[in-house]
């Protein structure tokens, strides 16, 4: 019991952390005059990856490199499977020119890429985390670029304009309240976490890929639906892809810089990565067909139930 209030309470602070530092974020880059474009495809992007970014550094570091990875690879499944899922079974979700021509391209290539890297060499090497931050500075820039073009209606996520009105001291404060959250939520989901895992007697890695990676998609989950409830426009493919490449990105990519990742549970390679790729690549399709920009209630259907199958499979 005492080990489900530490995971309950770590996914509670990574949520709460991750909302001071998204505040903090959006109003520090207000003050320092960066367009609310940028503020949208950069800094709520990052600061959105914030918990996945504390938990897998945190799992490297006190050598839990499973919990590390899965935690990516399971909060990447539940973004398709769970989150877009069940939102377009809410209502239908459409699809821009962006998806098709830029997003969906760089998430594939970000996926074969983590993919490559973890099969040569059962390791996330220091240079190769630097390739994947590379990578992720030249996807911003092309993204930015095209968006001041304005060729594309590029996505971006709802950014709010009373940050602008917020005083030094109180962006501090959050950002000082929100890094403190994220921290010691990181500790207590990873010590609960591998606690439940010795006590079931599963990996560390089911417990990341199942448990943390649903705990950490409850704010987009969340989101998303109330958005489609409210027959708003539903949280956008582009934002739940680019959250999938800031994943991939930038969590593994800073955490292998800070501490290289050893591959110690096989099922990552044989299973589990194969599932990411398998969610990620389905979009396209299901993009495309029957109509071209849309995603369908029964696609919905059709990428909750096979998450559920996956989270069967897993157990």
Known sequence: MENILYLIGGLVLLV????????????LSFKLNISKMVI????????????????SINAAISDSPAIAINNVIGSNIANIGLVLGITAIIGPIAVNNTFYKLTWPVLMVFSLVIYYFLWTGNLLARWEGIILIIGLIAFLVILIRSAQKGKDQIDIEDVDETAATISYAKIFLWLGIGGAALYFGSEFLVDGAKAIAQNLGVSEGVISITMI????????????????LK?????????????????????????????????????????????????????????????????????????????????????
């Open 40 to 55: 949208g495809l950069t800094v709520v992007s990052f600061a959105t990856s914030a918990p996945e970014l504390l938990v």
């Open 213 to 228: 990676a649903i705990g950490t998609s409850v704010p987009e989950l969340a989101a998303s639906v109330i958005a489609a």
């Open 231 to 315: 027959k708003e426009k539903a949280i956008s493919l582009g934002n739940l892809i680019g959250s999938n490449i800031f994943n991939i990105a930038s969590v593994l990519g800073i955490t292998s810089v800070i501490t290289e990742i050893p591959v110690i549970e096989p099922q990552i390679l044989t299973r589990d990565i194969f599932w990411m790729l398998g969610f990620a690549f389905i979009l396209y399709p299901f993009a495309y067909i029957p109509r071209k920009f849309g995603i369908d209630r029964y696609e919905g259907i059709i990428l909750f139930v096979t998450y559920v199958f996956f989270i069967y499979l897993v157990f």
């Open 16 to 27: 709460l952390g991750g909302e001071f530092l998204v505040r903090a974020s959006v109003g």
